[in-house]
DNA sequence: ATGGTTGTAGGACAA
């Protein structure tokens, strides 16, 4: 059986119903975990949702910002959310489902790491400061996990580690998402086989990856200014079951894209 | 060169 799992910033959940839909058609995923819902969660799409056949819906959202949830065809084991920095923002959600007989049950994280704001100096940005606290907490959380239970983290990451994630390294390397202060919290909260970084295992540098193309530019595909900023990350015992990843770039093209698009990852048994 | 666009809002702010 095993499970198909995808992750995609929607930046606005009702705006992006269509969207949704095309996803569904196209990486036929057993779960969805969405950032950016930008919603409260009594006006959450939901019947729509159960529709295209997700009918397990974990929502934690708010009103105008952040907000993620996850959509699953199969039943929740537990469910559960967590609150970073001593804030609740609605930035994660988690649930645990059954991955199919060789997997067994996997807990599933979908997360929304701050932005951070435009100035790269925690001193006079409180944003990046926010941010780097955040990733800083993704270490000690992670090394906090059960050792027994097989775990997937997705979501936008808002960092860009590697060079290949940027259009341009030289003229990103003091923007934030990829910088160095990010870039070294980030590889922390995977180091010593905390996290394996799926798609890079699947996809390996130095082949160009980008997930998010800005709204700004004239034309995002010729211009092709893009940064890999949604990731997908497994525990190491998963490694045997990595089948396939899937970056959707065709999404950033579709009506009323967002700018961010799905990726998704294939586990077999 | 310090722009440009999208979204939630129904003005300013976040991304």
Redesign the pocket.
Known sequence: MGIRISTWNV??I??RLDGLQRLVETARPDVVCLQ?T???DHLFPAAAIRELGFEHQLLHGA????GVAILSRRPFIETGTRAWCGREDCRHALASIDAGEGIGPIEIHSLYV????DIPDPETND?FAHKLQFLEEMRDWSMSLSPDTPAVLVGDLNVAPLESDVWSHRQLRNVISHTEPEIERLNRAMEDGLWIDAVRHLIPPPERLYTWWS??ARDWSASDRGRRLDHIWVRPELEPRFDDVQVLREARGWP?PS?HVPVTLSLKD
């Open positions: 930046n606005s009702r705006i950016e930008k919603v409260a009103k105008g910002y952040n701050p932005a951070g704001g944003k709204y700004r009323k700018d």
